[in-house]
């Protein structure tokens, strides 16, 4: 099982890694549609995606998709320092999935033995307080289509594809808007040149309104 891509142990030799690799617990696994965490049900745990993937919604009567994690991803730093009783929210199995789960107290030790690893995890908690900055900017936008575009900047991957979900209203209640709004301003989107529509996809193209 290859440790090394998880950002957690990254600057660590291999050596490390399979030393660490052998020190942690066994990876849990869950099958497709199982309930990982729910807002009363959960590990004091950082949990990492070893195989298969899962998704977070809101924890409302809405349940508006937050995120996929695929592998190599992790959720639950919220939860692993600190006394709160609930989660933020639900976390299901996509798929048959396999998870790494380390403790708050297993996170103590490797931090004190491998002082890179506590800045890595600090690294990755000040990407998650930007993240939600910048949600914050698209709730503040004063027009839907800033807040639509806004949002699609901010979830792009590498190649300029934004990470929404593929059930649209689900992602018209996550921005706040109704479904014919959001079909309405994604189309004016395409037309000015600001995104591009390949099937159910979203590609933003970096013109001067999107730098």
């Known amino acids: 099982m290859d440790y090394s891509k998880l950002f957690l142990f990254d600057g660590l030799t291999d050596t490390q890694i399979s030393k660490l690799s052998k020190e942690l617990s066994a990876p849990i696994s869950f099958k497709k549609g199982e309930i990982i965490y729910s807002s009363t049900v959960f590990n ?3 949990g990492f995606i070893i195989s298969g993937s899962a998704v977070a919604v809101s924890n409302n009567h809405n349940e508006v998709f937050l995120k996929k994690f695929s592998e190599n991803m992790c959720f639950g730093a919220a939860a692993v320092f600190g006394g709160d009783k609930t989660y933020v929210s639900t976390i299901t ?15 103590k030790s490797i931090f004190e033995s491998y002082p890179i690893t506590a800045v890595n995890y600090i690294t990755f908690l000040s990407d998650r307080v930007r993240f939600l900055n910048n949600k914050l900017c698209v709730i503040s936008c004063m027009s839907a289509e800033d807040t639509v575009l806004t949002y699609l900047l901010n979830s792009c991957d590498s190649d300029g594809y934004a990470n ?48």
């Open 93 to 107: 199995a996509k798929s048959d999935c396999s998870i790494l789960f380390i403790t708050e107290t297993q996170l």
């Open 164 to 211: 929404i979900p593929k059930n649209m209203t689900l992602f018209a209640k996550t921005l706040g808007l109704s479904r014919a709004s959001l079909y309405r301003v994604l189309d004016n989107l395409e037309k000015s040149g600001n995104i591009l529509k390949e099937n159910k996809n979203i590609k933003v193209i970096k013109n001067e309104k999107t730098n």
């Open 44 to 46: 004091n745990a950082l």
